[in-house]
């Protein structure tokens, strides 16, 4: 037990440092922040073995770190920062986004995928649960760039409000499919649905309740920064804790709402230290950034893309075209229904800026070795991953410009 904390304790350690040349770096090249820590950890990840280094982060609790410890503060505060005005405006387009467009976008990619890779050990099922990996988005390098040029709150709220749900969508979708995919649960659609109406609706439930907990106790002490930060740690690790433990339902929504909800009614209260918790949650999720994407770069193997090089192009044009479609058909669907109009030049940013980051890994490193296509799901994921930091994340400034994004 010793050994392992000693461990742990040394590759934070490390993690740091190689947080720190990062910034060193990034201030020298003009490429995204996160891009030059997949690098450096894949660098590192060279000297591990040669140099003997035992990190404490082994496959099996990769996963763990991530959506346990690392997510809970990514979710947390960005749903803290989110401007709960111009969200409640926005709600049901970001909602439209991150149900209806995530099923167009899943669907769209496994009918792609599918049919492009032919191979009787890639049935439909491992597309689908490849479709609902890779349609993830992570907001955080393009809310960077939207934030340098002051782009409008609302297409701030859109990009950054849907990758927040679609997130806790992916994840709550990903534990249904593979269910069905190893046949240990949901013997039809109408279950399945059963239970994600169950999983995604507790979790609002439980992050409503334990978000209004939360400010009624900020009511009844002397709101003190200090108090604040380890009030909002506890409620962010709590909701998710007691939603995936307790309850078994989805923490990552709990969390989302409990965040939203601790802001709006706790606002007045608090409101004169909000710019000061603001910043402790921006540095907290800046660590947390820095960690996942030198883990990222870790586990990342060159033979993943010398051998599955034709899946994961496949994947890559097939993520492009099903967001084109989910944006779209979302966007028409906001128009003539309920939600707001967008206007003409938000879409383009809104697809080229769907990045894949964070949640994405978590789920491909998550997949069980004992289904046979696992392997193919985990290399695709990564390539999408890599591909978006290298390609996307470095032109989306372009392509703003272009748009006329300010």
């Known amino acids: 037990m010793e050994s392992s904390i000693i461990h ?5 350690l490390i993690f740091a440092a190689i947080g720190s040349i990062g910034l060193l770096v990034h201030r020298r090249v003009r490429l995204p922040f996160s891009l030059i820590l997949v690098v450096l950890g894949f660098l590192l990840s060279l000297l591990v073995v040669p140099l003997g280094w035992q990190t404490g982060i082994e496959a099996s609790n990769f996963q763990d770190v991530i959506l346990f410890v690392l997510l ?21 387009n970001v909602l439209t986004l991150a149900t209806l467009g995530i099923v167009l976008s899943a669907s769209i990619i496994a009918v792609i995928l599918y049919y492009g890779i032919d191979h009787a050990g890639f049935p439909f099922i491992a597309a689908l649960l490849t479709g609902v990996v890779i349609s993830a988005t992570d907001p955080v390098a393009v809310v960077a760039q939207l934030k340098q040029l002051k782009a409008p709150a609302e ?11 679609n ?7 990903f534990g249904i499919v593979l269910s069905i995919a190893t046949g240990s649960e949901y013997a039809g659609f109408g279950a399945a649905f ?6 995604f609706v507790g979790g609002i439930v439980l992050g409503a309740i334990l978000g209004g907990f939360a400010a009624l106790i900020v009511k009844w002490i002397e709101p003190s920064i200090p108090h604040l930060i380890f009030i909002t740690l506890v409620l962010a690790y709590g909701s998710l804790y007691v939603g995936e433990h307790v309850l078994h339902v989805s923490g ?6 409990a965040a939203l909800i601790f802001k709006r009614f706790a606002f007045k209260r608090i409101e004169h230290h909000i710019l000061e918790l603001h910043h402790v949650w921006e540095t907290l999720a800046f660590v947390a950034n820095v960690f996942v994407f030198i883990l990222l770069g870790l586990v990342v193997s060159i033979n993943m893309f010398t051998d599955m090089y034709i899946a994961i192009g496949l994947a890559i044009a097939g993520a492009f ?5 989910a944006v779209y058909v979302s966007v028409l669907v906001n128009k003539y229904t309920i939600g707001q109009s967008t206007p003409s030049n938000y879409p383009p940013i809104m697809i080229w800026g769907g990045l ?23 290399s695709i994921g990564f390539g999408v991953v890599i591909f978006s930091l290298v390609v996307q994340a470095t032109t989306n400034p372009l392509l703003m410009k272009k748009m006329r994004i300010n």
Do not use: C
């Open 356 to 378: 894949r980051g964070a949640v994405t890994i978590a789920l491909v490193l998550s997949l069980p070795t004992s289904i046979p296509y696992w392997w193919t799901i985990q």
């Open 252 to 257: 990552i929504v709990a969390v989302l709402v």
């Open 155 to 165: 297409l701030n709220i859109l990009i950054e409000g849907e990758s927040l749900f």
């Open 194 to 199: 059963l239970t994600f109406l169950k999983v």
């Open 72 to 92: 809970p503060v990514l979710i947390f505060e960005s749903a803290f920062s989110l401007h709960v005005k111009i969200l409640m405006k926005y709600l049901p």
């Open 321 to 325: 075209v099903a967001r084109i479609v």
């Open 8 to 12: 742990t304790i040394g590759s934070v």
């Open 167 to 173: 997130d806790a969508t992916a994840i709550v979708l």
